[in-house]
């Protein structure tokens, strides 16, 4: 069983940046497939960015050159840098490890930009 916890999220102006964390609060994340997805109410849950437990990570092309991830192993997270940020942006962003036939999700943290 994994436990994830999403941290992070706020209230920032446009061209601003943040940091999301997903952390593990029971479980090791380090063989799971980590996925960053945002969510608008009343939209579908779109992908953002993921990495694998060895690091190999692609992110949405919407937010490439903006968006990174990363994973800490060590500290049992995943991180997700947000730069630039536009209103767009504003969502709830979850996180979910998956693995094989296992998938867990957090509750989100919710991100908005506005000025």
């Known amino acids: 069983q994994v436990q994830l916890v999403e941290s992070g999220g706020g209230l920032v102006q446009p061209g601003g940046s943040l940091r999301l964390s997903c952390a593990a609060s029971?479980?090791?994340?380090?063989?799971?497939?980590i996925t960053w997805y945002r969510q608008i109410p009343g939209q579908q849950r779109k992908f953002v960015a993921d990495i694998t437990g060895g690091g190999t990570s692609k992110v949405a092309d919407s937010v490439k050159g903006r968006f990174s991830i990363s994973r800490d192993n060590a500290n049992n997270t995943v991180y997700l840098q947000m730069s630039s940020l536009q209103p767009d942006d504003t969502a709830v962003y979850l996180c979910?490890?998956?693995?094989?036939?296992?998938?867990?999700w957090g509750r989100g943290t919710q991100v908005t930009v506005s000025s």
């Open positions: 979910s490890a998956r693995w094989l036939r296992e998938t867990y």
């Open positions: 029971t479980g090791s994340l380090g063989r799971y497939i």
